[in-house]
């Protein structure tokens, strides 16, 4: 049976239920767009995976098949089962926000992951407690010996796709990146919508 798949509209967020168990596969449609991806325990919101406590838990800037995701109270979320991309994904920056399109020069409001978040949340009558780091999945954020970072276009082919398994059950967000002054949606620097499938469980 072919599973259902839900668009994550371009520069728009998106937020599902999904068991303990169940797989979730994200899927690049167009090949150059990023999407920010956070999960929270269903039962109590407050603990949701994060960045920082995952790095130190598997020890990578940028996660592997295999990897496990953990929480702000250190416990298991998401796994990583299955990558078809080439694995270039960003760990270190925060969701893009309305203050850092004024820093880029925008004087009129700008559609944001941070609003997006809260949008696919409030769709599900849930509120977050806070904009955690997300995992922003086909961002291509390089780094040098030396530290420095430079933001670059994906490297995601269309339809390459990444499969998630939640470790709890959780709520999985996504915000197809809005950002269009810099290429981190790609050279042309037009965002696209993505897509998600919630899988049966194996």
Same mark, same amino acid.
């Given at each position: 049976m072919t599973p259902h798949t839900i668009t994550i509209p371009a520069r728009s967020g998106k937020a599902t239920q999904i068991q303990k168990g169940q797989l979730i596969r994200v899927i690049n449609t167009h090949g150059e767009q990023v999407v920010d991806t956070w999960a929270f325990n269903a039962i109590d919101v407050t603990e949701f995976m994060s960045m920082e406590h995952s790095r130190v838990h598997f020890l990578k800037l940028r996660p592997e098949v295999g990897d496990t995701f953990i929480t702000n109270q250190r416990r298991p979320i998401l796994t990583l089962l299955e990558d078809t991309s080439p694995g270039i994904h960003d760990t270190m920056l &925060? &969701?893009?926000?309305?203050?850092? /399109? =004024?820093?880029?020069? @925008? *004087?009129? /409001?700008?559609?944001? @992951?941070?609003?997006?978040? %809260? *949008?696919?949340? &409030?769709?599900?009558?849930? =509120?977050?407690?806070?904009?955690? %780091?997300?995992?922003?999945l086909f961002m291509n954020i390089p780094w040098t010996e030396n530290g420095v970072l430079t933001l670059e276009s994906p490297v995601s082919k269309p339809g390459d796709y990444v499969v998630l398994r939640a470790e709890i059950a959780a709520v999985v967000a996504f915000s197809a990146c809005p950002q269009d002054l810099l290429p981190i949606n790609g050279p042309a620097q037009q965002p696209t919508e993505a897509h998600f499938q919630i899988l049966s469980c194996p």
């Open positions: &925060a &969701a893009c926000d309305e203050n850092r /399109y =004024k820093l880029l020069g @925008c *004087a009129e /409001y700008h559609q944001n @992951c941070t609003d997006n978040l %809260s *949008a696919g949340m &409030a769709e599900l009558d849930l =509120k977050e407690p806070e904009t955690p %780091s997300p995992l922003n």
